[in-house]
């Protein structure tokens, strides 16, 4: 599934500071996803219109005919099962599953959570209402269902930065065309989109952002390029995810992680799960900081990171989502990371609400594989000015004192822009529930 972003930067607060490639239309012997035309925005809704995804049906069915042609196709893809691609109606995804666990191809615990995913995301995106909904569950579980048995029988390995796969293969629209289905954009939101516009600018300059915010699903590098896609497509494209490492090994999350550009890590929440892997962990948490400081010494990097740890949770007694409280080690380490870069750089608290297209497990859990809950739901993102440590800090005594203020600050601001969205999105007051500091609006209108 989508990305689990969990911010390990945390993890690392001690360490020094020191492929399978949608396909391009002009490579054979790969499923070719065009970037898909929006149905008329008046509806508020972006949609696949009918016309594009009979395209993608027809595309699905021709581009596989020249596979032993191609020059450019890699061995993995060569001796890759079609089953899935052969698929037409339901029943052919189910059987298919069953086939390839039969054959061996798919463990009976992979093949059991693809099952469990596919009704999940069927009854999501009917729920839509969506005209011919029923086809794009179909074509996309069909492509999904392809890349992870893909992944299954090659594995793919991250490097600790992880650039999007576009091609042959467009990872990066794969993951567009399968989460945009199950967001209701008649009951979604961006908060000071303005803003947006003004880091794109900062980025475009040579200057680095880091934004710092909640974390609520899978989703939600999705989400946040789907939502700027109408006016800062730039973002989406360009933004790299701190990425927790469940999102790299689960079968089900990988082909999805490989369409974003990932800084990847092992989340604090996850560190001891293993004691014999705590040191290993660490290691790789100290190359991945590196990595991150080399690019951000190179300018024009949008990061965007999840002090928290991992994805927010409903309060257990009230059922009330909420931002979860920032590690203050975390947001400082990025803090230094960005000031010492040698380029000018800037720190934005971003809100982001979810959680009813991909919710968390109610709890944390140790183990790979989670049962992957799928609605259609409104979703929002709002954004706050950048916040000056300087500023925040002016009247601290010591370090430790400006490292809590300053996170306090941050999360402050992500905490307000959340209560905002929820209430646009939750309690239905739409772009009424803008207040002095958040001004709504849907850019795809």
Not at 147 to 153: I, K, N
Not at 276 to 291: C, F, Y
Not at 293 to 320: C, F, H, K, N
Not at 402 to 430: D, P
Request: charged fraction near 20%.
């Amino acid at each position: 599934m989508p990305l689990t972003f969990s911010s390990a930067v945390a993890v690392a607060a001690s360490a020094t500071l020191t492929s399978f490639p949608l396909a391009s239309p002009t490579v054979r012997g790969f499923v070719s996803f065009k970037k898909l035309p929006l149905r008329s925005r008046s509806g508020g809704a972006s949609s696949v219109s009918v016309r594009a995804m009979s395209e993608l049906v027809q595309d699905k069915e021709s581009v596989f005919a020249a596979t032993t042609s191609s020059s450019d196709t890699t061995p993995s893809e060569l001796n890759h099962s079609r089953t899935f691609l052969d698929a037409r109606i339901e029943d052919d995804l189910i059987s298919g599953l069953r086939k390839e666990k039969e054959a061996g191809r798919l463990p009976p615990n992979v093949a059991s959570g693809m099952e469990e995913l596919y009704w999940n995301y069927k009854n999501a995106v009917l729920s839509s209402g969506a005209s011919r909904a029923d086809q794009t569950v179909i074509s996309n579980m069909s492509v999904a269902f392809d890349r992870m048995l893909l992944g299954v029988e090659h594995p793919y390995s991250f490097n600790p930065y992880h650039k999007a796969i576009r091609e042959p293969f467009d990872y990066y629209q794969f993951v567009h065309t399968y989460i945009r289905p199950l967001i209701d954009f008649k009951n979604s939101y961006v908060g000071n989109v303005s803003i947006f516009s003004e880091l794109e600018d900062k980025i475009r300059q040579g200057h680095n952002v880091v934004l710092i915010s909640n974390h609520q699903s899978e989703a939600d590098p999705a989400v946040i390029s789907l939502l700027l896609e109408a006016q800062s497509p730039y973002i989406g494209e360009n933004i790299k995810c701190v990425a927790g490492d469940r999102v790299i090994t689960d079968p089900l999350c990988k082909p999805f992680s490989m369409g974003r550009n990932l800084i990847c890590v092992y989340s604090k929440k996850h560190m001891n799960d293993d004691p014999e892997l705590v040191d290993m962990k660490r290691n790789a948490n100290t190359r991945s900081l590196k990595e991150m400081a080399t690019l951000l010494r190179s300018g024009s990097q949008l990061i965007w990171i999840a002090p928290s740890g991992g994805r927010d949770r409903p309060d257990p007694s009230t059922g009330e989502w909420f931002p979860a409280p920032f590690d203050s080690s975390s947001v400082d380490n990025m803090r230094r990371l960005v000031e010492h870069s040698g380029a000018p750089g800037h720190i934005y608290p971003m809100s982001l609400l979810c959680y009813g297209i991909m919710p968390p497990p109610p709890k944390v859990e140790k183990e790979i594989g989670e049962k992957r809950l799928v609605g259609f739901h409104g979703t929002g993102l709002s954004i706050a000015p950048e916040i000056s440590f300087s500023d925040v800090t002016a009247d601290c005594n010591n370090p430790n004192e400006a490292k809590e203020a300053y996170s306090q600050a941050m999360y402050k601001s992500v905490n307000e822009q959340y209560k905002t969205l929820n209430s646009a999105i939750n309690q239905g007051r739409g772009i009424e529930a803008s207040t002095s500091t958040v001004s709504l609006s849907q850019p795809w209108n």
